[in-house]
């Protein structure tokens, strides 16, 4: 079964890494910190959240807390996702 973590790393992969598997992406590792997102990136990410999980954010989630890595990703998912 996919999960969560495993269809944002995917998203991830294909759309910021370029498809490189090679990257060793930590589940905790920084987007921001280690150049994988920028504010661009945010854009895309924010818009597969919303089209992938029935998610409407707003700007006050549209922060590091939710964004900079896989687990908080998943994690802000979990909680405001009406169906995972």
Not at 8 to 19: D, H, P, S
Not at 62 to 70: E, F, G, Q, T
Request: hydrophobic share 50%; net charge negative.
């Amino acid at each position: 079964m996919i999960t969560i973590k495993d269809k944002v790393r995917a998203f991830i992969v294909e759309n910021f890494l370029f498809g490189d598997t090679s990257h060793q992406l930590a589940d905790t590792a920084s987007l921001i910190e280690n150049d994988i997102i920028d504010s661009t990136a945010v854009v895309e990410l924010v818009a597969f959240i919303e089209d992938n999980f029935g998610i409407a954010m707003v700007d006050s989630d549209i922060v590091p807390a939710n964004l900079d890595s896989v687990d908080r990703i998943s994690s802000f998912i979990k909680a405001k996702a009406p169906t995972v």
